[in-house]
């Protein structure tokens, strides 16, 4: 079987890469999809799947699937501390749009097993595409079995290298997205040292992380809460480099003039 | 590779341990490159924000079932399928017309479009157009997500045999069809027709 020419196998590539969405796409998408993911972050035994059992009895609504009861507050503190990134305002005025047609419509899906997936049968991890070129085919990796025909001799040229590793970048956020969860958590039920000291991990393992900001909210806000001395200048720094983001209004909650939720 | 779901140097979250965190982990990774694996699936620009949507929903719901020594990529593979399907079935089913012509009528860029910056997204998506929905989906798989012949077999539930036979007459259509179409770009380059 003869292969693609490599003049197509480039207009594929190409093609992909413009069919990536923006970052703006992807943060706006990822604050709808936290809205039908549980908030199961949180708690000690919470379990993942323990929490929500995967929906195989097909009886179930979507709004049951979806867990729609997630608090606001649950889901803000998620989204911030997972997407960091420019869509912090948006927390700040939860969204009133009803939730997608998709969703709606998903609830025969749940039955369906992903795919018929080849879960036996699947790759020792084929490498994910780069982050920042994610519309790229996976380095075939060396364990890959049985490549086809035509492309056992081909060689393809789009692994990144000199890129930072999506995984790791995404190991990296999952890992800091832990440890500030942790925070939060201790912070909200009045362990104010302990959130402190969780913050301080998070800056030692994560010195260039990319929840700097959330971190540096939680340590003003256990300062204030706990009427430390170095609260208003940890504060004033706190707004200081991160003026109008989510983390410092959230901070304000505890350092400001508003009162935390309840 | 290491229990981690998402494989690597560092240990990425369980799925059962935190599932917010392991979904969005896996968001953040393969997020964009599902969204254009959606897209030449034929899921039409409009509608892959939902579907991609339901994608992960999906992963998330599920997760119970990942098993340590697969790729969420490969799952994603299989969920993304699924759902490409299941809506090009939903399309078909309201519209009462055939899929494919819709699609093509849809995709086929305007002069303006032509002129755009996406002309490579443009001219892959008139290829895979040309495609049936199973070649398109084995071109896919193999050309794009590149997948062996055994594992999109087992993906679509099919012999590899058969996903070879899909795969050769969908690169020769696709060759045939490149080559006519960008002869055709340089005649009209040259003088118009």
Redesign the interface.
């Known amino acids: 079987m003869s292969e693609l020419d490599d003049e197509i196998r480039r207009l594929l590539e190409q093609g992909m890469r413009e069919a990536a969405p923006d970052r703006d796409t992807e943060e706006r998408v990822l604050r709808e999809l936290l809205k039908h993911v549980p908030h199961d972050i949180h708690g000690p035994d919470d379990g993942g799947a323990a929490a929500e059992p995967p929906a195989v009895d097909g009886g179930a609504t979507a709004a049951q699937t979806v867990g729609l009861s997630t608090t606001a507050k649950g889901l803000a503190a998620v989204f911030a501390a997972a997407t960091a990134i420019a869509v912090t305002a948006a927390l700040l005025r939860p969204s009133v749009e009803a939730p997608s047609r998709g969703v709606e419509e998903r609830t025969a899906d749940d039955r369906e097993p992903p795919g018929d997936m080849p879960l036996g049968h699947a790759l020792k991890d084929t490498p994910p595409a780069a982050e920042i070129a994610p519309a790229l085919p996976p380095t075939r990796g060396p364990d890959r079995r049985e490549p086809l025909p035509a492309q056992q001799s081909r060689t393809r040229s789009h692994s990144p290298a000199a890129q930072p590793s999506p995984t790791v970048a995404a190991d990296s956020l999952a890992a800091e997205l832990s440890l500030l969860d942790a925070a939060e958590r201790a912070l909200s039920s009045g362990q104010y040292e302990r959130a402190l000291s969780l913050a301080r991990e998070h800056a030692r393992a994560h010195p260039s992380g990319q929840l700097t900001a959330e971190r540096r909210a939680i340590e003003a806000s256990a300062l204030c809460a706990a009427g430390d001395p170095r609260a208003p200048a940890t504060f004033a720094a706190l707004v200081r480099d991160h003026g109008s983001t989510a983390a410092v209004t959230r901070a304000r909650v505890w350092c400001g003039d508003e009162k935390p939720e309840p | 590779?290491g229990s981690?779901a998402?494989?690597?140097?560092?240990?990425?979250?369980e799925?059962?341990?935190?599932?917010?965190?392991?979904?969005?982990?896996?968001?953040?990774?393969?997020?964009?490159?599902i969204?254009?694996?959606l897209?030449?699936l034929g899921v039409p620009e409009p509608n892959?924000?939902?579907?991609?949507?339901?994608v992960?929903?999906?992963?998330?719901?599920?997760?119970?079932?990942?098993?340590s020594?697969?790729?969420?990529?490969?799952?994603l593979?299989?969920?993304?399928?699924?759902?490409a399907r299941?809506f090009r079935e939903?399309q078909r089913w309201r519209q009462h017309e055939p899929l494919a012509a819709d699609l093509e009528a849809s995709r086929a860029p305007t002069p303006e479009a032509q002129a755009s910056?996406?002309q490579?997204?443009q001219?892959?998506?008139r290829?895979l157009a040309e495609l049936s929905s199973e070649q398109r989906e084995v071109f896919v798989l193999?050309?794009?997500?590149?997948m062996?012949?055994?594992?999109i077999g087992?993906?679509l539930?099919v012999k590899?045999n058969t996903v070879?036979s899909r795969?050769?007459l969908a690169?020769q259509r696709?060759?045939e069809r490149?080559r006519a179409l960008t002869s055709a770009r340089g005649d009209g380059e040259e003088g118009g027709p």
């Open positions: 590779m981690s998402l494989s690597g140097r560092h240990r990425a979250p799925p059962r341990a935190s599932g917010s965190a392991w979904v969005v982990a896996a968001y953040k990774t393969h997020f964009r490159y969204w254009a694996l897209g030449r892959i924000e939902d579907v991609v949507q339901e992960f929903l999906v992963l998330h719901r599920r997760r119970a079932e990942f098993r020594d697969s790729s969420v990529r490969t799952w593979h299989g969920i993304a399928i699924r759902k299941r939903r910056e996406h490579a997204l001219l892959v998506d290829l193999s050309e794009i997500a590149a062996s012949a055994p594992e087992a993906l539930g590899p070879y795969l050769r690169r696709v060759r490149y």
